[in-house]
């Protein structure tokens, strides 16, 4: 009558069992399973008391026993268990027999010697920590005994006759007899003959290793042929098969031996295995060192241990352990391994974290290996989370960070929102085109406001980049004038053919004198193309709207622009080489005839004047662009006669708020700066300036947050201009050529209040009369 109220215990078992996949592991079904509350996946040993003898149910009783008590790192871990009437139930990690593991992976190619030194690494002293700490002998050391986990890592099982050296109330019956095919791995003594009680657990142990590099021993005698065994591991091999009990090693000798100089379990793999077992208990100096030896090697380790042992180990590292910097290389040709939603669940959340960090090597590393993970960002996270703090770059005091930032805006533009790209992004392009006094940012930021055109919005585009690229073509930089041309021809299907003729050819003829030969080059096939747009317009009106079409173009989306994200890719990866190597203050000297600039593979110059030659230029033109070497790594020389990027502007104004305004009044902070010659007041910026290699980013200097930077005037930045820059340069329009244009203006105001005031200071100190001797000048 009770049986019938009494519940049934299996179903209030919190594991359920899949029936797929199920093995017969010795006495024992191994099935997989999950836990039914989270769907976290296990693995469960069942033992059917009804289908089994009384001796095997013994075994099965004495397993379940020693599996709960029994607890290390390279033993089988006991999650949860379940005994009844008819069955038992042990729940461990998931895991997969030895065999199988082995089997999938020789039709990859075979187990590396590495995995395999770890593996049995792991089994030994397990073996050992049975022997010389629990005094237990296993009796049962087997392939069939050895699990693998996730990741890669061996585990002992087959705990069924585990014995005390001291002997046990009861007598559990020997391998053998429950499986008579086991006898060929029993030693060749009698038991209790000579020897050490462990001495048969060493003899198995030997039998593993046989059968982990030649498969299934066939007989004892086999493992005479030494097989595929390394000659590293031979030696200590024989020693574990030796027919003699009392010369074969304990297993903790064994291991040290293994480990000796030139062993088979000395190498990079075992030692960063054991480093990350005690990670814990390590000085942070030698985790430092760690993870930057651990990049290096990560490519010969297996990819299931850097899925599941490693990257847990680096997240906690920087989580918890204030790694740094160092962890991103390594984490990054982790996630190479993951899937696109582990990706996004175990990486992204750390990498937007990081963009927070105020550590400028972190900073710089984030932004040169941005195109590992740019695809796994979304727009939400990129525009709320990420643009805030990467745009601090530009401002930053470092030349290789704002270099970095400028070239980061490749892979970003696709994913910002109205307000990131065509009002903030524009306002720091502009702010550096036009006071950087690094030519090659100037340059690259050119050449980057080319490459981002089409995600712009019609009505940016029309303000910003003809006044953007004749501001480049002032520039004394010579690569910056060249970028200035290219962009031009690059982005010429958003021109009108009135804007075409009236400012952009302007401009262009004016560089067809440039002392620089390459830009004179640039300049004239540019404006080949140009008159070859209007000679086709002339000839057939009809073909304006075709030509003009682009004009208004609304902006393209990131997936639209196949060919200029192959060349994002290719440009970002150019890393610190293709930075700032700019000469030192004072050695600047006029451009050669000759000088080395970004020479873009340009097409032949059509001679025709169909719309289809147009199209030909424009191609050839755009494919200039989507070179490697469209970044400058030129020197920065000033170019005589060309005017300072400071004295331009954008066409528009924009205010300190970062809007758009008709026009404003410069401030007297450009007092000084103005009257100078134009080449001198370049050459002032870059004094105290250095090279991108001078900068210590990735030691002590890195560690410097962008508050210290801002803060910091003797590296040439002003912390209280930084706020009011819109203010300090007057950016008059360039299409202004009747009368004098607004620098003039305010130049000539500037000088007639100086006179104004020395007058007043004159006719004072004449109404004063004479110092008297004794007396203090009071002005």
Same mark, same amino acid.
């Given at each position: 009558?009770?049986?019938?109220?009494?519940?049934?215990?299996?179903?209030?078992?919190?594991?359920?069992?899949?029936?797929?996949?199920?093995?017969?592991?010795?006495? !024992?079904?191994?099935?997989?399973?999950?836990?039914?509350?989270?769907?976290?996946?296990?693995?469960?040993?069942?033992?059917?008391?009804?289908?089994?003898?009384?001796?095997?149910?013994?075994?099965?009783?004495?397993?379940?026993?020693?599996?709960?008590?029994?607890?290390?790192?390279?033993?089988?871990?006991?999650?949860?268990?379940?005994?009844?009437? *008819?069955?038992?139930?042990?729940?461990?990690?998931?895991?997969?027999?030895?065999?199988?593991?082995?089997?999938?992976?020789?039709?990859?190619?075979?187990?590396?010697?590495?995995?395999?030194? !770890?593996?049995?690494?792991?089994?030994?002293?397990?073996?050992?920590?049975?022997?010389?700490?629990?005094?237990?002998?296993?009796?049962?050391?087997?392939?069939?005994?050895?699990?693998?986990?996730?990741?890669?890592? !061996?585990?002992?099982?087959?705990?069924?006759?585990?014995?005390?050296?001291?002997?046990?109330?009861?007598?559990?019956?020997?391998?053998?007899?429950?499986?008579?095919?086991?006898?060929?791995?029993?030693?060749?003594?009698?038991?209790?003959?000579?020897?050490?009680?462990?001495?048969?657990?060493?003899?198995?142990?030997?039998?593993?290793?046989?059968?982990?590099?030649?498969?299934?021993?066939?007989?004892?005698?086999?493992?005479?042929?030494?097989?595929?065994?390394? *000659?590293?591991?031979?030696?200590?091999?024989?020693?574990?098969?030796?027919?003699?009990?009392?010369?074969?090693?304990?297993?903790?000798? $064994?291991?040290?031996?293994?480990?000796?100089?030139?062993?088979?379990?000395?190498?990079?793999?075992?030692?960063?295995?054991?480093?990350?077992?005690?990670?814990?208990?390590?000085?942070?100096?030698?985790? +430092?060192?760690?993870?930057?030896?651990?990049?290096?090697?990560?490519?010969? &380790?297996?990819?299931?241990?850097? *899925?599941?042992?490693?990257?847990?180990?680096?997240?906690?590292? $920087?989580? &918890?352990?204030?790694?740094?910097?160092?962890?991103?290389?390594?984490? &990054?040709?982790?996630?190479?391994?993951?899937?696109?939603?582990?990706?996004?669940?175990?990486? @992204?959340?750390?990498?937007?974290?990081?963009?927070?960090?105020?550590?400028?090597?972190?900073?710089?590393?984030?932004?040169?290996?941005?195109?590992? &993970? @740019?695809?796994?960002?979304?727009?939400?996270?990129?525009?709320?989370?990420?643009?805030?703090?990467?745009?601090?770059?530009?401002?930053?005091?470092?030349? %290789? @960070?704002?270099?970095?930032?400028?070239?980061?805006?490749?892979?970003?533009?696709?994913?910002?929102?109205?307000?990131?790209?065509?009002?903030?992004?524009?306002?720091? $392009?502009?702010?550096?085109?036009?006071?950087?006094?690094?030519?090659?940012?100037?340059?690259?930021?050119?050449?980057?406001?080319?490459?981002?055109?089409?995600?712009?919005?019609?009505?940016?585009?029309?303000?910003?980049?003809?006044?953007?690229?004749?501001?480049?073509? *002032?520039?004394? $930089?010579?690569?910056?004038?060249?970028?200035?041309?290219?962009?031009?021809?690059?982005?010429?299907?958003?021109?009108?053919?009135?804007?075409?003729? /009236?400012?952009?050819?302007?401009?262009?003829?004016?560089?067809?004198?440039?002392?620089?030969? =390459?830009?004179?080059?640039?300049?004239?096939?540019? @404006?080949?193309?140009?008159?070859?747009?209007?000679?086709?317009?002339?000839?057939?009106?009809?073909?304006?709207?075709?030509?003009?079409?682009?004009?208004?173009?609304? %902006?393209?989306?990131?997936?639209? %622009?196949?060919?200029?994200?192959?060349?994002?890719?290719?440009?970002?990866?150019?890393?610190?080489?293709?930075?700032?190597? =700019?000469?030192?203050?004072?050695?600047?000297?006029?451009?050669?005839?000759?000088?080395?600039?970004?020479?873009?593979?340009?097409?032949?110059?059509?001679?025709?004047?169909?719309?289809?030659?147009?199209?030909?230029?424009?191609?050839?033109?755009?494919?200039?662009?989507?070179?490697?070497?469209?970044?400058? =790594?030129?020197?920065?020389?000033?170019?005589?006669? +060309?005017? /300072?990027?400071?004295?331009?502007?954008?066409?528009?104004?924009?205010?300190?708020?970062? =809007?758009?305004?008709?026009?404003?009044?410069?401030?007297? +902070?450009?007092?000084?700066?103005?009257?100078?010659?134009?080449?001198?007041?370049?050459?002032?910026?870059?004094?105290?300036?250095?090279?991108?290699?001078?900068?210590?980013?990735?030691? %002590?200097?890195?560690?410097?947050?962008?508050?210290?930077?801002?803060?910091?005037?003797?590296?040439?930045?002003?912390?209280?201009?930084?706020?009011?820059?819109?203010?300090?340069?007057?950016?008059?329009?360039?299409?202004?050529?009747?009368?004098?244009?607004?620098?003039?203006?305010?130049?000539?105001?500037?000088?007639?209040?100086?006179?104004?005031?020395?007058?007043?200071?004159?006719?004072?100190?004449?109404?004063?009369?004479?110092?008297?001797?004794?007396?203090?000048?009071?002005?």
């Amino acid at each position: 009558m009770w049986s019938f109220f009494a519940r049934d215990p299996i179903k209030d078992f919190n594991y359920e069992l899949l029936p797929e996949n199920q093995e017969k592991s010795g006495i !024992w079904t191994l099935s997989r399973g999950k836990r039914k509350t989270t769907g976290e996946p296990v693995s469960v040993f069942v033992y059917e008391i009804s289908q089994g003898t009384e001796e095997q149910t013994q075994l099965a009783k004495a397993a379940f026993k020693r599996t709960k008590t029994l607890r290390h790192p390279n033993i089988l871990s006991y999650v949860d268990g379940l005994e009844t009437e *008819k069955s038992l139930y042990i729940v461990t990690e998931p895991v997969t027999p030895l065999a199988a593991h082995l089997k999938l992976q020789a039709e990859k190619g075979g187990a590396s010697d590495l995995e395999v030194s !770890w593996g049995l690494h792991q089994i030994v002293k397990a073996l050992s920590f049975l022997v010389n700490d629990c005094h237990l002998n296993h009796n049962n050391m087997g392939m069939w005994a050895v699990f693998v986990d996730r990741a890669g890592e !061996w585990k002992l099982g087959g705990l069924d006759h585990v014995t005390s050296e001291q002997g046990d109330s009861i007598s559990l019956p020997p391998p053998k007899v429950i499986n008579p095919d086991l006898e060929r791995y029993d030693p060749p003594e009698s038991p209790g003959n000579g020897g050490e009680k462990w001495t048969g657990d060493v003899w198995r142990l030997g039998c593993l290793i046989w059968e982990v590099f030649n498969g299934s021993l066939p007989r004892a005698s086999s493992l005479r042929s030494l097989g595929k065994i390394p *000659k590293q591991l031979v030696p200590h091999y024989c020693e574990l098969v030796g027919a003699n009990p009392k010369i074969r090693p304990n297993p903790a000798r $064994f291991l040290l031996n293994c480990r000796s100089p030139g062993g088979f379990m000395n190498n990079s793999f075992v030692e960063s295995c054991l480093f990350l077992e005690e990670i814990q208990i390590k000085e942070p100096a030698e985790k +430092q060192q760690f993870f930057q030896d651990l990049s290096e090697n990560l490519d010969s &380790f297996p990819e299931d241990f850097c *899925k599941h042992k490693v990257l847990p180990q680096l997240l906690t590292a $920087f989580e &918890f352990g204030n790694a740094g910097a160092v962890v991103l290389t390594p984490l &990054f040709k982790v996630g190479k391994y993951l899937s696109a939603e582990e990706y996004q669940q175990k990486i @992204i959340p750390v990498i937007v974290k990081m963009f927070s960090s105020t550590d400028r090597a972190m900073r710089i590393r984030l932004l040169q290996q941005m195109e590992q &993970f @740019i695809q796994y960002l979304n727009e939400a996270a990129v525009n709320s989370q990420i643009f805030p703090h990467v745009v601090h770059g530009f401002t930053d005091t470092n030349p %290789a @960070i704002r270099e970095q930032t400028v070239k980061s805006m490749l892979l970003l533009a696709p994913k910002l929102n109205e307000t990131n790209l065509n009002q903030e992004l524009m306002r720091h $392009f502009a702010r550096l085109q036009a006071r950087d006094d690094q030519g090659p940012i100037r340059c690259n930021t050119t050449v980057c406001l080319g490459k981002i055109a089409p995600y712009l919005n019609a009505g940016m585009r029309q303000r910003v980049l003809i006044s953007a690229f004749s501001r480049a073509a *002032k520039d004394p $930089f010579p690569a910056s004038r060249a970028a200035g041309v290219l962009g031009f021809a690059a982005t010429h299907q958003y021109y009108s053919v009135a804007e075409s003729a /009236s400012r952009i050819l302007p401009t262009l003829c004016t560089l067809t004198v440039d002392p620089d030969k =390459n830009v004179r080059d640039q300049a004239f096939k540019a @404006i080949k193309s140009f008159l070859s747009k209007l000679e086709t317009v002339s000839e057939d009106p009809s073909k304006l709207a075709e030509i003009e079409k682009d004009v208004t173009a609304l %902006a393209q989306t990131g997936g639209s %622009a196949a060919t200029w994200a192959g060349w994002a890719v290719t440009g970002v990866s150019s890393l610190t080489s293709k930075l700032i190597r =700019n000469a030192p203050a004072g050695s600047e000297a006029p451009p050669a005839e000759n000088s080395p600039t970004p020479q873009p593979a340009a097409g032949p110059v059509p001679t025709n004047t169909s719309s289809e030659a147009v199209k030909k230029q424009s191609s050839d033109w755009s494919s200039g662009w989507d070179a490697d070497d469209s970044w400058s =790594n030129e020197k920065d020389v000033d170019g005589q006669g +060309q005017s /300072s990027p400071a004295d331009e502007g954008w066409g528009n104004d924009w205010d300190e708020d970062g =809007n758009l305004s008709e026009s404003f009044t410069p401030t007297s +902070q450009n007092k000084a700066s103005t009257g100078a010659p134009k080449s001198a007041r370049l050459s002032s910026a870059q004094e105290g300036v250095g090279l991108a290699s001078d900068y210590n980013w990735d030691g %002590a200097e890195g560690k410097s947050t962008t508050s210290d930077l801002l803060s910091s005037k003797s590296d040439g930045w002003d912390a209280d201009s930084a706020g009011d820059w819109g203010t300090e340069e007057n950016w008059e329009s360039l299409d202004g050529d009747q009368g004098l244009s607004k620098v003039e203006l305010a130049k000539k105001k500037r000088e007639e209040r100086r006179k104004e005031l020395e007058a007043k200071r004159a006719e004072r100190k004449a109404a004063k009369g004479p110092l008297k001797l004794g007396a203090r000048k009071l002005d």
